[in-house]
């Protein structure tokens, strides 16, 4: 059975930074190419940054600079560093894996940007 299980989400201040992690189970995370949504409560569902299987990396402009996506195929995981964390960052976090028609999504978890 495959899994794909985010962590890292919470609760944060304007500023700070979150990692969160996207851990596969069942699959061999590395092939795939992997995908960070977010949405956030009344707004579209947002692809925010992807990296592929050769490590290709590809990120949206409202989080160019600020976020960082990288993998760890010991651990079978892609992480999601996200600095400078502002309000409009507040949304549900998803993370997918794609290879071809084979396409899987995580849970989500919950980021909120507040002070």
């Known amino acids: 059975q495959v899994q794909l299980v985010e962590s890292g989400g919470g609760v944060v201040q304007p500023g700070g930074s979150l990692r969160l992690s996207c851990e596969a189970s069942?699959?061999?995370?590395?092939?795939?190419?992997v995908n960070w949504f977010r949405q956030a409560p009344g707004k579209q569902r947002e692809m925010i940054a992807q990296?592929?299987?050769?490590?290709?990396?590809r990120y949206a402009d409202s989080v160019e600079g600020r976020f960082t996506v990288s993998r760890d195929n010991a651990k079978n995981t892609v992480y999601l560093r996200m600095n400078s964390l502002e309000p409009e960052d507040t949304a549900v976090y998803y993370c997918?894996?794609?290879?071809?028609?084979?396409?899987?999504w995580g849970e989500g978890t919950q980021v909120t940007v507040s002070s």
């Open positions: 990296v592929a299987g050769r490590a290709t990396k």
């Open positions: 997918t894996a794609k290879w071809g028609r084979d396409e899987h």
């Open positions: 069942g699959i061999e995370l590395s092939i795939y190419t």
